[in-house]
């Protein structure tokens, strides 16, 4: 069965630090990875994918996140945040080896930036 | 364009009615998921749509709740004899065909039993 966890519930960093929210994964074959936003009140926002090619990937509002198959990981990273950033952030897995296409979240992180 | 929709935004009911939460997925879009978001959890898959058929109805928690969805359009989610413990955020998301695999989320409805 596929998992996956987010270690942190809350992540506090002042604007203009860089930001990491962490994401660990469990699935049987290689992994279909996604970052999920979700602002207060609304529905969730896509803001990037890992399906294969370039560990690095680049997403919306200037976030990025590095795959890494040796840990597995998938850390959502920004190198400047903004206060605009605060939010609650899912990390998604998608097992392509299975026959459903369900997304599992993990439990998510709250980022807060502050002045 | 139109995002996917959601209706209605918020529902009150008496514990054991029935409820009927819609979703309008974004057009062309092939998939349609519901999910659950309980107060401070994380999504909990309920169903898979491709089409009109449900291949995958694997987190429907009891067979209280059921679903059906209209050609490639409109989904409703009905639960019957509502519970407290159904008290959630309802999700809907769809995806295009083609293999991108990301999931475009509705608003979603808030569902209260009391």
């Known amino acids: 069965a596929q998992s996956v966890a987010q270690p942190e519930d809350q992540v506090n960093v002042a604007e203009g630090n860089p930001l990491t929210v962490k994401c660990t994964y469990s699935?049987?074959?290689?992994?279909?990875l996604f970052w999920y936003v979700q602002y207060p009140n609304r529905g969730l926002q896509f803001l990037l994918k890992?399906?294969?090619?370039?560990?690095l990937v680049k997403g919306s509002y200037g976030f990025e996140a590095e795959f890494n198959k040796s840990q597995t990981s998938f850390h959502l990273k920004k190198p400047s945040a903004l206060v605009s950033d605060s939010a609650l952030y899912f990390c998604?897995?998608?097992?392509?080896?299975?026959?459903?296409?369900?997304?599992?979240f993990g439990t998510g992180t709250r980022l807060q930036v502050t002045l | 364009g139109a995002g996917v929709s959601q209706s209605p935004s918020n529902k009150v009911t008496e514990k054991g009615k029935d409820v009927e939460l819609r979703c309008d997925p974004i057009?062309?879009?092939?998939?349609l998921y519901w999910y659950r978001q309980r107060l401070g959890q994380g999504l909990e898959f309920l169903i898979y749509?491709?089409?009109?058929?449900?291949?995958?109805k694997s987190g429907l928690p009891s067979d209280r709740f059921s679903a059906e969805r209209t050609g490639e359009s409109v989904s409703t989610l009905t639960i019957q004899r509502t519970q407290q413990e159904d008290s959630a955020v309802y999700l809907c998301a769809s995806s295009p065909p083609g293999g991108t695999y990301e999931q475009y989320f509705g608003p979603g409805t808030r569902l209260t039993v009391t």
């Open positions: 749509f491709q089409g009109n058929s449900a291949p995958d």
């Open positions: 890992y399906i294969t090619g370039d560990n």
């Open positions: 699935v049987s074959g290689n992994p279909y």
């Open positions: 057009s062309g879009h092939t998939a």
């Open positions: 998604a897995v998608r097992d392509p080896t299975g026959t459903a296409s369900k997304l599992t």
